[in-house]
């Protein structure tokens, strides 16, 4: 499995970016794929996931501002980010984790840099 996220970029505060995620080889229906977000220098921190039957998670910061959807006919993973502020900026990382044939596999893309600045 490959992960290639896009869509990152310099945005004002309030504004909005969607990010993508086009994922190549076999992700599971009930695979979890999610978005996690670093800041150079701290650890990296979950944002948002998405699971089977769509159900999705959110942390607490994003609530309201944040949307995660996937396609699963596409394998793309979606986020789509409102009324953005300065403390939404970091690399944005793409992950997928599912379990075949008893095996958990985590995947990690290469992350798109999201930057919120007047």
């Known amino acids: 499995v490959q992960l290639v996220e896009s869509g990152g970029g310099l945005v004002q505060p309030g504004g909005s970016l969607r990010l993508s995620c086009s994922a190549s080889?076999?992700?599971?229906?009930?695979?979890?794929m999610g978005w996690y977000r670093q800041i150079p220098g701290k650890q990296r921190e979950y944002v948002a996931s998405i699971r089977s039957h769509d159900r999705t998670d959110y942390a607490h910061s994003v609530l309201g501002r944040f949307t995660i959807s996937r396609d699963n006919t596409e394998n793309t993973l979606y986020l789509q980010m409102n009324n953005l502020q300065p403390d939404d900026t970091g690399a944005y990382y793409c992950?997928?984790?599912?379990?075949?044939?008893?095996?958990?596999?985590?995947?990690w893309g290469q992350g798109t840099q999201v930057t919120v600045s007047s």
């Open positions: 080889g076999s992700i599971s229906a009930f695979a979890t």
């Open positions: 992950n997928v984790e599912q379990v075949v044939n008893l095996v958990k596999y985590n995947y």
